[in-house]
């Protein structure tokens, strides 16, 4: 059973990369050419599937961790990989504390961009701190 959660866990990483890195750069590009009069529904969309899959692997990670299992070698730094996969998983809510709800579409691309950016390297830095 537990290489179940290993597999879903390991391809799950690539779809968090995936989602964020086309979510990062869609945003910055909505930003940087001023196309940010409303909130395009489709980027946002794009937000909360990265959102949805960031959770979900934090999500197969925690079910890991009860049963036992540690990334990598289970020595060393391994703990690590328990804070990068925090900020994967906590990073979107914690933007939308910063978000201004709407009033400045504007300032809510960027600091999602950012926070999404910061998503992608936290999730990069867990996959190298994860791995056997």
Not at 18 to 32: E, K, N, P, R, V
Not at 86 to 101: E, G
Not at 117 to 129: E, G, S
Request: hydrophobic share 55%.
């Amino acid at each position: 059973m537990a290489q179940v959660f290993i597999t879903l866990h390991y391809w799950n990483q690539f779809l968090v990369l995936a989602t964020g890195a086309i979510t990062t750069i869609w945003g910055f590009i909505l930003f940087f050419t001023k196309r940010t009069e409303t909130l395009n529904p489709a980027w946002r969309i794009a937000l909360i599937v990265t959102g949805c899959i960031a959770a979900l692997q934090g999500l197969l990670g925690i079910i890991m961790v009860i049963m036992g299992l540690r990334p990598g070698t289970g020595t060393g730094l391994y703990w690590l990989h328990y804070v990068y996969g925090a900020i994967v998983v906590f990073i979107l809510p914690v933007a939308l504390t910063y978000s201004s709800s709407g009033k400045n579409v504007r300032r809510d691309v960027l600091i999602f961009s950012i926070a999404t950016l910061v998503l992608v390297a936290a999730a990069i830095r867990a996959m190298m701190t994860g791995p056997a």
